[in-house]
């Protein structure tokens, strides 16, 4: 390995880093990072040790990660009894969570949103509070999806460049 290449594998596996990174700070697109760092390589080094086919694998995995984190509020807060307006608030949270209090508000967001909507839609403190708990147990749900597949991303890389 020449040192363009040591250099091209660290660049990579900053922007890999920083992916991770992103898992904590949700203002910051955690996964697609660590695609993007794959790709990054896969490029400059022509496709000879990141192929398509694992470009493509680490594309399905990036899907299926952004699938499962957006839902993972959705579900956590249904499991916990949230109706359709909870459901309806923890959108509304997310957005105005983002908007309002950056990377903080994304994950408090939800969980507000989901809790004042449940009030305004009828339901006590009590089970608007549940629903709001159900929206964090999906919440930290997906962040464990995120990071295992992260962890895994970044190790299938790692083993491919020195493999």
Not at 85 to 91: E, H, K, M, T, Y
Not at 107 to 133: D, H, N, R
């Amino acid at each position: 390995m020449g040192v363009w290449e040591i250099i091209l594998f660290t660049v990579s596996l900053i922007i890999m880093l920083v992916g991770m990174a992103g898992i904590v700070a949700p203002i910051i697109p955690s996964i697609p990072l660590i695609w993007l760092g794959a790709f990054f390589y896969a490029i400059f080094t022509h496709f000879e040790k990141i192929t398509w086919m694992v470009l493509l694998v680490f594309a399905l995995l990036t899907v299926f990660s952004i699938v499962f984190e957006n839902l993972g509020n959705v579900y956590g807060a249904k499991r916990f009894g949230a109706t359709k307006w909870g459901l309806v608030g923890s959108v509304v949270g997310t957005g105005a969570g983002f908007y309002m209090g950056g990377p903080i508000g994304l994950i408090l967001g939800p969980i507000v949103g989901t809790i004042i909507f449940e009030i305004v839609g009828g339901k006590g403190y009590k089970g608007a509070l549940k629903s709001g708990l159900g929206n964090f147990v999906g919440f930290l749900g997906g962040s464990v999806i995120k990071t295992l597949t992260g962890l895994a991303m970044i190790s299938i890389f790692i083993w491919k460049v020195f493999g």
